[in-house]
């Protein structure tokens, strides 16, 4: 009975360490997550580097090379969802080099967190295949189609 007891505590306790959390943040356009995309291989010196950038102020820019493309706001529970999960310890336990070494062709592929503190760090690599980051790249990808129609 007893091991019964304390098997019910650990799980009652785990579920609740893993239950979702919202992240506030401030709100004042500080950057939160970026995400940016270049060719592994290029026919020019500076290869084209596309990218997306959500603000803390639940607004994204889309662009390549610095040249802004959109700057819009999206909905709080697009923000949300893509926020948590970028922040989740699933995702921010990810080593920093998710390379496909198996792959030669392809892009560069890389996620970057700013924390509030003025701390970052960078996920991905060349054809990154970890499903973690997949599922967020998935999510901006749904995100970014959304907004273009």
Known sequence: MKKKIILLLIIVFCTACNMSKEIIRVGNGNLVLEYNSYAIFSNTAKPNVYYIRIYDDKTISIGSNDELKLKKEIADEDYQKIVNYAFSSK??????????KSVMDGSYRYIILYNEDGTSKKYGGANPSN?????????LYELISNEES
């Open 131 to 139: 499903r973690t980051f997949l599922k967020l790249y998935d999510m």
């Open 91 to 100: 995702f921010i336990n990810l080593k920093e080099d998710l390379s496909d």
